[in-house]
């Protein structure tokens, strides 16, 4: 069957209510902007503004947020298709802070792990060549065991799969289980993305780089990219090694919500073309930069290829 979808994304769908006031806590915050969110959500919608074909897979709430989300990624090019609304359900909300560091937030969560078998067909997954999840979506079932259970058997159709491993204990308390959940999705060898931030939530203490790709690889992954700030990308690959890149240079930062998700989108659309690892790596941190210095999405307006200086 012909490859016709680049990536799908399944996942958490929210809607994020990004507070006014800059480097403000939630208690501090008075006013707040609607935006649409959740990581898969935002992976998705950049994918399409850089001219993949993505599909999300979610569920939202018969409401006015759930038509405001199907609306806003239809106006993107995301296919809704495979987003179910559900009746008496509302569609999760998340309050977060506007920060130049990691933000503040509170999760309000109800439609959007509420993901069902039907929702991946087989012949979804055959169209497709990525499936990318979450750390949040793994959290709850019936949207664990859907997304582990469609990893495996996208994996042995010969689809990429690939992971963010977006942890916060607030979302997921229980961290042994986390771990024994991202074991079984570590099974099928994904592209990993993960953050300083996220292994320490993960682990509840600080650990170093070694023991980070240690435990990752060991558990079935060859590609891992951590990120580090402002200490910018280190990658380790079984095959190829570890590459450093410094962060490129940024005169300011207005909204840091998204950012990693920008940049893992950049991450799998150079590896769609076919990027060598140091190559990807500096389209990531480009498309990062680019979410970095606007709140909300991506800008309009963005000649991408010309920006990333690739060719295709």
């Not at 259970?149 to 986390?178: C, H, M, Q, Y």
Request: hydrophobic content about 40%; aromatic content about 10%; charged content about 25%.
């Amino acid at each position: 069957m012909e490859k016709t979808i680049d990536i799908i994304c399944a996942g958490e769908v929210l809607i994020d209510f990004i507070g006014h006031e800059v480097d403000a806590s939630i208690m501090e915050t008075n006013n707040y902007e609607r935006f649409l969110g959740g990581s898969p959500t935002n992976v998705a919608m950049n994918a399409a503004r850089l001219g993949l074909k993505s599909v999300i897979v979610a569920s939202c709430g018969k409401d006015g947020l759930g038509e405001f989300m199907i609306n806003k990624l239809q106006e993107n090019n995301v296919n809704t298709d495979y987003l179910k609304q559900l009746e008496h359900i509302p569609t999760s909300i998340i309050l977060v802070s506007k920060s130049t560091g990691t933000p503040d937030f509170i999760p309000f969560r109800e439609a959007d792990y509420k993901i069902d078998q039907s929702q991946i067909p087989d012949e979804l997954l055959l169209r497709s060549k990525i499936f990318h999840t979450t750390c949040f979506a793994l959290s709850k079932n019936p949207a664990r065991s859907t997304i582990l259970e469609s990893a495996k058997r996208a994996k042995a159709l010969g689809l990429i799969t690939s992971v963010d491993f977006n942890f916060s204990e607030r979302i997921w308390p229980d961290r042994e289980e986390a771990k024994l959940v991202l074991k079984k999705y570590l099974s099928t060898n994904p592209l990993v993305k993960l953050s300083e931030d996220d292994c320490y939530r993960l682990f509840d203490e600080v650990k170093n780089e070694d023991f980070i790709f240690d435990y990752f690889h060991k558990l079935g992954a060859q590609t891992i990219c951590l990120t580090k700030g402002k200490d910018g990308v280190v990658l380790s690959d079984k095959n190829s090694g570890l590459f450093r890149q410094d962060a490129l240079p940024l005169d300011y930062v207005k909204d840091t919500t998204g950012a990693g998700d920008a940049f893992w989108t950049g991450f799998l659309y150079a590896q769609l073309l076919n990027k060598g690892f140091e190559e990807t790596i500096t389209i990531a941190q480009k498309l990062a930069i680019l979410k970095l210095q606007n709140v909300g999405g991506l800008p309009e307006g963005i000649d991408f290829q010309e920006y990333f200086q690739v060719k295709i």
